[in-house]
């Protein structure tokens, strides 16, 4: 796995700490850990929260927003929510920063996708117990069986 470089000219003094970047884990034959098979060259984009920034040498720790459904062999897990990377400003696809009428209307969104889930899917979401592995089964279930988007709005 190798982490996409993009030309665009994001300056380090532009990103703030809480801030979220979009960045590209990129997979010359990528193990679909949903599936468990794999399926060649992909791409897999994330949001990532930015929890630190090295302005010295441009570089960020950024927490995964998500869990992942990728990785580099069955053997690797793939990056799953909270989990921290390093990348450098080079690897930003995309920048937003969440204000407080953002993040009302982005919780709208996600109100509104949870009330169009089946009935029984809201009954095994209410019995896990974690909630880390709420988000994963939500994940999962939204990728393989509806197409549903929740955007990341600025």
């Known amino acids: 796995m190798n982490l996409v470089t993009y030309n665009h000219q994001y300056q380090i003094s532009d990103l703030l700490e809480g801030d979220f970047v979009k960045i590209t884990l990129s997979y010359n034959n990528a193990y679909n850990n949903n599936n468990k098979n794999y399926v060649g060259t992909l791409n897999e984009s994330i949001w990532c929260k930015i929890v630190s920034i090295d302005k010295v040498i441009q570089h960020?720790?950024?927490?995964?927003?998500?869990?992942?459904?990728?990785?580099?062999?069955?053997?690797?897990?793939?990056?799953?929510?909270?989990?921290?990377?390093?990348?450098?400003?080079?690897?930003?696809?995309?920048?937003?920063?969440?204000?407080?009428?953002?993040?009302?209307?982005?919780?709208?969104?996600?109100?509104?996708?949870?009330?169009?889930?089946?009935?029984?899917?809201?009954?095994?979401?209410?019995?896990?117990?974690?909630?880390?592995?709420?988000?994963?089964?939500?994940?999962?279930?939204?990728f393989t069986n509806v197409n549903i988007s929740i955007p990341c709005r600025k």
Not at 66 to 77: E, L, P, R, Y
Not at 118 to 134: A, V, Y
């Open 60 to 142: 960020l720790y950024v927490s995964v927003s998500n869990n992942c459904i990728f990785s580099n062999n069955k053997n690797n897990k793939p990056y799953q929510l909270e989990d921290i990377l390093f990348v450098n400003i080079i690897h930003i696809k995309e920048h937003k920063r969440y204000t407080g009428e953002t993040y009302k209307d982005t919780l709208k969104t996600v109100k509104e996708t949870i009330e169009k889930l089946p009935l029984e899917i809201l009954d095994i979401i209410k019995k896990i117990p974690n909630e880390n592995d709420k988000t994963k089964f939500i994940d999962q279930y939204l």
